[in-house]
């Protein structure tokens, strides 16, 4: 028996009982079409949350923090990083730049009254958290000295627009009380005032109260605060972080193992996106299962299906048999009916799932019209595939045990059975 008197004889039996075999594959269709839009709306959550990662800064970035590793909260150990750190860490394999940061002690704009209270972080030129986010003006440059990168709404509150604060010069005072929210808090040391000109507005959605000023004018605002010197803060105090960029993001891991081995304690967003990746590898996973069980009912329909099917053409078994059939031709004919009910069920079923996301899609967007969010419904060509082929393997795997008893029945006893 040829490929083609094959396909085409399973598929007018595929048509004989077109009630049966349209329920068996409606099972399939609706098993398909359940694995489908739970896959396709978790992929689609985990694009933005990725996207949403993504958005907050650069995964080739290791933040170094002045603790211990594994400790957090009460029970972190403080550390020091000193200028020796930085070099260990310049020596390390694939980073490409190490950026020291220095917090200096809260403080406030004085133009700008109680509202402009400042964290003044001391940061070095080409900095990572000076990068890319400029409303107005420029960034810190080499050689600066007493000038500030601001956020938009300090900016608003020491001039008319953005724009036009660039230029002025403003007090920066460290140290004292400071208003935070509703609540006044008690700063360290005695207050001091520098004055420093604005050279770039930077926007507000990556921080409201950060005060971006060149590093050893952070370092000297500390020292005074504290009646030292700037040399005696790097070396008992030592900087606030490091910001370790690395030459690709597929080597961060290395690069946080480094640091932890030098007893720091270290963040990086890949690691934080490889944590996302694991966790909705499980969701779907379960998703998934649950998709399974109705394609797992479906199979014991394709199953009964086809074991009715058998009984019912015991004896057009015998005859093909008696004619010359080969024993492979009727099992091939069996899993090649199984095959069109899981062809045609992965195909009406990927319809159906395709159809439901778009409309649970338009809902959310038709339910949220001031936002703009992107798809939450995400089927790709991976997916799409293996929604097909996990179709056809059910059907296959259903067909398989009554094609199997077909194949090995006796062409006389199929002759003889009324």
């Known amino acids: 028996m040829s490929f083609r008197d094959l396909l085409g004889m399973s598929l007018g039996n595929y048509g004989r009982a077109r009630l049966r075999s349209g329920l068996t594959t409606a099972g399939v269709a609706i098993g398909t079409a359940l694995v489908v839009l739970l896959i396709a709306l978790a992929t689609g959550a985990e694009d933005n ?15 170094v923090q002045p603790f211990q590793p594994g400790a957090n909260g009460l029970s972190a150990v403080p550390r020091t990083i000193t200028d020796d750190t930085v070099a260990k860490l310049k020596g390390v394999a694939h980073v490409d730049g190490v950026y020291r940061q220095f917090d200096a002690p809260l403080g406030m704009v004085v133009e700008g009254g109680d509202d402009a209270t400042i964290r003044p972080q001391g940061i070095e030129p080409d900095a990572p958290i000076d990068r890319g986010d400029l409303l107005a003006g420029r960034h810190i440059e080499a050689g600066d000295r007493a000038v500030a990168v601001i956020p938009g709404n300090i900016a608003r509150l020491v001039a008319p627009s953005v724009g036009s604060a660039v230029g002025k010069t403003v007090t920066m005072r460290v140290g004292g009380a400071v208003k935070l929210g509703s609540t006044r808090i008690g700063g360290s040391g005695t207050p001091r005032d520098y004055a420093v000109k604005i050279v770039g507005v930077f926007d507000e959605q990556a921080s409201q ?57 270290s963040f990086s967003l890949k690691q934080v996106v490889e944590q996302i990746d694991q966790g909705f590898g499980v969701f779907k996973g379960i998703l998934g299962g649950i998709g399974g069980v109705a394609l797992l009912v ?3 329909g394709i199953a009964n299906t086809m074991v009715m099917s058998v009984l019912e053409r015991t004896r057009e078994i015998g005859i093909m048999k008696a004619v010359g059939a080969s024993p492979r031709d009727i099992r091939a004919l069996f899993l090649a009916e199984a095959a069109y009910v899981g062809v045609f069920g992965g195909i009406l079923g990927l319809a159906l799932g395709l159809a439901g996301g778009q409309l649970i899609d338009r809902i959310i967007r038709q339910l949220n019209p001031r936002t703009n969010p992107a798809a939450i419904f995400v089927v790709g060509p991976d997916l799409a595939l293996g929604a097909l082929a996990l179709a056809l393997g059910v059907a296959l795997l259903a067909g398989f045990l009554p094609a199997r008893r077909a ?12």
């Open 209 to 265: 109260t950060s005060f971006r000023i060149p590093l050893e004018d952070a370092l000297l605002a500390g020292a005074e605060n504290r009646g030292l010197t700037p040399a005696a803060i790097r070396e008992t105090t030592g900087y606030s972080g490091l910001a370790v960029e690395a030459d690709d993001s597929t080597n961060v891991a290395e690069i946080v193992k480094a640091v932890q081995e030098l007893g720091f304690s």
């Open 49 to 63: 949350v990725r996207r949403s990662i993504f958005s907050i800064g650069d995964l080739r970035l290791v933040t």
């Open 298 to 300: 479906a199979a014991i």
């Open 407 to 418: 194949m090995r029945m006796s062409a006389l006893s199929a002759l003889r059975y009324e």
